[in-house]
T-cell receptor, first 113, second 113 residues
Framework: SQKIEQNSEALNIQEGKTATLTCNYT??????LQWYRQDPGRGPVFLLL?????KEKRKERLKVTFDTTLKQSLFHITASQPADSATYLC????????????FGSGTQLTVLP | DGGITQSPKYLFRKEGQNVTLSCEQN?????MYWYRQDPGQGLRLIYY???????QKGDIAEGYSVSREKKESFPLTVTSAQKNPTAFYLC????????????FGPGTRLTVL
């Protein structure tokens, strides 16, 4: 069955450092991958989308890579700030006949001042 | 002010009662979705709809029902058949299925007493 794994533990980093979050998947051949940010008690907010034929995507302090051979995406936040503290979700799709997204369980990031 | 709204934010239900969660969007999106989120878990798809008067089961549709009579509205009914309904419910919309970004509502936290 398809499986998506994000960093199994919460990630704590010091302000100003680069945070790197991992999204690994198995039994998938997704055409694209999305990253969302979710604050406690709120709905996720879209951050970035990367397609299977793209290696890297950037948006301000955010960078996403997508390695379809390793079946892995890395999400980087450079010059991290306490305001970046949140849960980050990766989502894959489509795959096979399914045209909807499948979400990972998320990684909780805390940026310490 | 465009967006997606859910009501109520908090909902309490007695065992054996059906309850309906509201979701409205004014983004003119064709596709709408319902997800369930449990603590420490990712979003699980309950139902989705690509167009009016059509909807499809997601991964965990048992014990839930939906309707899509209007483009802007996609209410979810949690029936008494749902064995463990206490969760955070999120509604989302997108222009279409596939790679389109999903826009989420603020969520409804349902607690069964």
């Amino acid at each position: 069955s398809q499986k998506i794994e994000q960093n199994s533990e919460a990630l704590n980093i010091q302000e100003g450092k680069t945070a790197t979050l991992t999204c690994n998947y198995t039994n998938y051949s997704p055409a694209y991958l999305q990253w969302y940010r979710q604050d406690p008690g709120r709905g996720p907010v879209f951050l970035l989308l990367i397609r299977e034929n793209e290696k890297e995507k950037r948006k301000e302090r955010l960078k996403v890579t997508f390695d379809t051979t390793l079946k892995q995406s890395l999400f980087h936040i450079t010059a991290s700030q306490p305001a970046d503290s949140a849960t980050y979700l990766c989502a894959l799709g489509p795959w096979g006949s399914a045209r909807q997204l499948t979400f990972g369980s998320g990684t909780q990031l805390t940026v310490l001042p | 002010d465009g967006g997606i709204t859910q009501s109520p934010k908090y909902l309490f239900r007695k065992e054996g009662q059906n309850v309906t969660l509201s979701c409205e969007q004014n983004l003119n999106h064709d596709a709408m979705y319902w997800y369930r989120q449990d603590p420490g878990q990712g979003l699980r798809l309950i139902y989705y709809s690509q167009i009016v008067n059509d909807f499809q089961k997601g991964d965990i549709a048992e014990g839930y029902s939906v309707s899509r009579e209007k483009k802007e509205s996609f209410p979810l009914t949690v029936t008494s058949a749902q064995k463990n309904p206490t969760a955070f419910y999120l509604c989302a919309s997108s222009k279409g299925l596939g790679a389109d970004t999903q826009y989420f509502g603020p969520g409804t936290r349902l607690t069964v007493l």
